[in-house]
């Protein structure tokens, strides 16, 4: 960065945007993530892009491997009758954010799948 460009993309998640039980931790973290965002964004303003990326519900990664303990009746629970998002699709929304003019910065993207509208409104089939 010597050259006084670049781009952070940072990954954050709804959970730091919307406190839900049980995931103390976890929303604590993501939350820490947002706030580093945007205190990032304030001190490079001119030299460095920074994004943040904050999906909602993303099947089929580790995270739940993790929460669950590896319980996949658990983990399948949460993201039955959801078409939740893949990790392929927040990688091209990390892509579509890095591939923009120099003179642009995508500040944040949020993206949940159609049937989530917070933590708890979810419409499962």
């Excluded at 999906?55 to 929460?67: A, H, I, L, Q, Y």
């Excluded at 959801?82 to 003179?103: F, G, K, M, N, Q």
């Excluded at 995508?106 to 409104?121: G, H, N, R, T, Y």
Aim: aromatic share 8%.
């Amino acid at each position: 960065m010597e050259d006084g460009r670049g781009h952070i993309v940072n990954l954050g998640s709804w959970a730091g945007r919307e406190a839900y039980a049980g995931g103390g931790m976890y929303v604590g973290s993501k939350t820490a993530v947002r706030a580093l965002t945007y205190v990032l964004r304030k001190e490079l303003v001119g030299r460095i892009r920074v994004t943040t990326v904050d999906p909602g519900m993303v099947g089929d990664t580790e995270f739940s491997d993790v929460r669950f303990d590896g319980d996949q009746d658990k983990k399948a629970a949460v993201y039955r009758g959801v078409e939740y998002l893949t990790p392929e699709e927040i990688a091209d929304c990390i892509l579509w954010s890095l591939t923009r003019p120099a003179h642009m910065v995508i500040d944040e993207i949020v993206v949940k799948p159609l049937k989530q509208a917070s933590q708890d409104a979810i419409v499962r089939d």
